[in-house]
Each structure stands twice: as structure tokens, then as C-alpha cells.
T-cell receptor, first 113, second 116 residues
């Protein structure tokens, strides 16, 4: 069965610092991988997704993620965070031939001024 | 493009009443729609998957008689919480997919339900 682990419940970084949010998945083959962001009381916005091909994926708002098959990871990165990046970030996995997306528990990002 | 709306954005109801939440795909036809539930500071839990014109497929542990899902058209799905109780209070989010695959889900803004 598919599963997603986000080991960090909270992450705090200073504005302008770099960011890396961790995500590990469990799946028998190469899944579809997603990162979503959710602001308080809001729905989810897709940051980026990986289906196949280049393992470094560029997304919106300056985010990128790298798929590492050997580590079953899909970590999200941003070189310099902005105060507006404070939100909840969800990693998710979907089966290429399936229709469900399974979400991790999320990482709450706090930004220090 | 690919905008999904939900109505209402928030609702407060009395215990024992029923509440209907609408999910609409505004600029595309959705083959499949999904309903999720999110508890405070928790992740999204898939409740059910629905395809237009057919019965919804519920996840294990979700009461189909309590959470009625109707997907009457390719642009509208509704979730009705019947005989709501305070423990049903939650944030309900829908998503819509252009295909039956996991690669094209677009999420609505969510509906906050509070049952008194």
C-alpha cells in the first residue's frame, strides 16, 4: 500500500534562509508525487508534481523538489524563503494507474522575521 | 483554468440536522470527484471517490449512510452530512479530476462545518 511520511511536524526558518522539507514514500514502483501548500482555512494549492523524466522538478513560487528513487524521497526545497511562505505543506503520492492521492501528515512552516 | 469551487465556505448547524455541501468544477468537466475530511492540524483523509452517474466508492470506516454523495453531472458533486453531530465538525475539501487518474486533481477551497 502507498504511504507518505513527513518526518517534521514543524519547521522554523528565518526569512531569506534556505528551506528543505522532507518527504519519504512507500510504493512498489515509481508513483506520482506531489507537493501541496495550504494556508490557514484554505484549500490546497499544487506547488509541483513528478510523474517521470527529469528528477528535479520546478514548481511555482520558486519551489523545487528532487525525486530520489534510491532513498524513496521527494524533498521540497526553496533557496530563500519569504514571510508569505508560512503555511502547511503536504507531500502526497498517487498510483499512476489509480485515482487516489494519499497525503502525508503535513509540515507546518514558520518564518522568523 | 481548472477551478473548483465549494459552497458554502462555512456552515453552522444544529445537531440532528442535515447539511449539503456543493463542489463544482467551473471550467472543466470532471470525470471523477473526491471528498476529503481534514481535522484541525491534521492531514487530509479521503472519504470517498465519485464518478458521474454512478455510486460513490467510500473508504473504509466512512459511513455511506451518513455521508451521502451525489455526482449528478460532470460539473457538480454534493456531499450531504445527515443527522449531523458535533463530532462531524470538520473541514471538508473536494477535488475534481479531468481523468480517472491521480495526476489531474484540482482542489476546492474547502467548507468549514461546525455542528452545535
Amino acid at each position: 500500500a502507498q504511504s507518505v511520511t513527513q518526518p517534521d511536524i514543524h519547521i522554523t526558518v528565518s526569512e531569506g534562509a534556505s528551506l528543505e522539507l522532507r518527504c519519504n514514500y512507500s510504493y512498489g514502483a515509481t508513483p506520482y508525487l506531489f507537493w501541496y501548500v495550504q494556508s490557514p482555512g484554505q484549500g490546497l494549492q499544487l506547488l509541483l508534481k513528478y510523474f517521470s523524466g527529469d528528477t528535479l522538478v520546478q514548481g511555482i513560487k520558486g519551489f523545487e523538489a528532487e525525486f530520489k528513487r534510491s532513498q524513496s524521497s521527494f524533498n521540497l526545497r526553496k533557496p530563500s524563503v519569504h514571510w508569505s511562505d508560512a503555511a502547511e505543506y503536504f507531500c502526497a503520492v498517487g498510483a499512476p494507474l489509480g485515482d487516489k492521492i494519499i497525503f502525508g501528515k503535513g509540515t507546518r512552516l514558520h518564518i522568523l522575521p | 483554468g481548472a477551478v473548483v469551487s465549494q459552497h458554502p465556505s462555512w456552515v453552522i448547524c444544529k445537531s440532528g440536522t442535515s447539511v449539503k455541501i456543493e463542489c463544482r468544477s467551473l471550467d472543466f468537466q470532471a470525470t471523477t470527484m473526491f471528498w476529503y475530511r481534514q481535522f484541525p492540524k491534521q492531514s487530509l483523509m479521503l472519504m470517498a471517490t465519485s464518478n458521474e452517474g454512478s455510486k460513490a466508492t467510500y473508504e473504509q470506516g466512512v459511513e455511506k449512510d451518513k455521508f451521502l454523495i451525489n455526482h449528478a453531472s460532470l460539473t457538480l458533486s454534493t456531499l450531504t452530512v445527515t443527522s449531523a453531530h458535533p463530532e462531524d465538525s470538520s473541514f471538508y475539501i473536494c477535488s475534481a479530476s479531468l481523468t480517472s487518474g491521480a495526476d489531474t486533481q484540482y482542489f476546492g477551497p474547502g467548507t468549514r462545518l461546525t455542528v452545535l
